[in-house]
């Protein structure tokens, strides 16, 4: 869980410098792998359209509420469980602030959450392409939640809001990228995409902000 079963590659001398620059500054990165597919899709679907403090809450709400205490004299709650989960109304969904479309995708996996859970036998690229045969899971919160029950590091986040600019910053300088840019990029690295990421943003390297901020919707108080 911690990483101590990874082992990262050697990278060649023809990395790029900013890549060589973070490995000099964070090391070779050790991926954790939690093999618990299911707990980890369901805040990766929370993640959806909105900002990681936003999800990070309403995770936390959703296992407070709904989940139940985890052993030990500690105030904590586990995710709450399939069934569970499948029970919960669509207005106490709207309550902590999820909508019906994040709700529906919730339940959907909570349905299938036997078949999610089986994932944890195959590799990530085949974890990644089971689990978008899903409703509601598309190719981002698939990546999301298999790069952390997995380990794998090539699970790219593709359309994520941040990542791309991140790596069109530290390895071709300009402060926004597209998908498709970030795909062409990181080609060389194919089979690693996901860790030089997180090499990448471990060493300090994000895109400059500018630009009105985004709009944040509490739907609870819709």
Known sequence: MAGHGDSPPTMTATTHPALQRALRDVGHLHLPRTESPYHELLPAILGQRITAAQALAQWAALCRCFGEPAPGNLDLHLPPSPGRLRAISSWEFHRLGIEQQRAR?????????????????????????????????????????????????????????????????????????????????????????????????????????????????DVARL
Request: aromatic share 6%.
């Open 105 to 217: 995708t919730l339940q959907t996996a909570a349905r299938y959450a036997a078949h999610i859970e089986r994932t944890r036998d195959l590799t990530g690229e085949e974890a990644r392409a089971s689990l978008m045969k899903l409703p509601g899971i598309g190719v981002w919160t698939a990546a999301v939640a298999v790069g952390v029950s997995h380990g794998d590091p090539d699970a790219l986040p593709i359309g994520d809001f941040h990542v791309k600019n991140t790596v069109a910053w530290a390895l071709t300088g300009v402060p926004r990228g597209t998908d498709d840019e970030m795909i062409a990029t990181l080609a060389p690295y194919a089979g690693q995409r996901w860790r030089v990421v997180r090499t990448l943003e471990r060493a300090g390297n994000a895109a400059p902000k500018f630009g009105p901020r985004r709009r944040l919707i």
